[in-house]
């Protein structure tokens, strides 16, 4: 199957900076997207940025001009960087990634443990 490794995920002060990486690993064939969600206390799990394997990229509105998503086809690696942090910024960022396994071609969406981001003074 498939494994994701986040990281980067801490505490910063109102406009500072972080940067979150994911890395997948495992019987991959292809990912044909790497994404980002987050999911503040009570509310539900949104999209923050998704970028596709041409490298596209889309973002949510709150985050368009303050966060960058990027990521490193030949490591299976997507990162989120974020500056110009917020309080209301403040979640459990998890990455998604969709995949073609190898040898059984299933496709599948996966979703790492998540890392938490605080943005406080």
Same mark, same amino acid.
């Given at each position: 199957?498939? $494994?994701?490794?986040?990281?980067?995920? *801490?505490?910063?002060? %109102?406009?500072?900076?972080?940067?979150?990486?994911?890395? #997948?690993?495992?019987?991959? /064939?292809?990912?044909?997207?790497? *994404?980002?969600?987050?999911? #503040? %206390?009570?509310?539900?799990?949104?999209? !923050?940025?998704?970028?596709?394997?041409?490298?596209? #990229?889309?973002?949510? +509105?709150?985050?368009?001009?303050?966060?960058?998503?990027?990521? +490193?086809? #030949?490591?299976?690696?997507?990162?989120? $960087?974020?500056?110009? /942090?917020? %309080?209301? +910024?403040?979640? !459990?960022?998890?990455?998604? !990634?969709?995949?073609?396994?190898?040898?059984?071609?299933?496709?599948? +969406?996966?979703?790492?443990?998540?890392?938490? !981001?605080?943005?406080? %003074?």
């Amino acid at each position: 199957q498939v $494994q994701l490794e986040e990281s980067g995920g *801490g505490l910063v002060q %109102p406009g500072g900076s972080l940067r979150l990486s994911c890395a #997948a690993s495992g019987s991959i /064939l292809k990912i044909y997207f790497m *994404g980002w969600y987050r999911q #503040a %206390p009570g509310k539900q799990r949104e999209l !923050v940025a998704v970028i596709t394997s041409s490298g596209s #990229a889309n973002y949510t +509105d709150s985050v368009k001009g303050r966060f960058t998503i990027s990521r +490193d086809n #030949a490591k299976n690696t997507v990162y989120l $960087q974020m500056n110009s /942090l917020k %309080p209301e +910024d403040t979640a !459990v960022y998890y990455c998604k !990634v969709g995949t073609v396994l190898r040898i059984t071609f299933k496709a599948g +969406d996966y979703w790492g443990q998540g890392t938490q !981001v605080t943005v406080s %003074p």
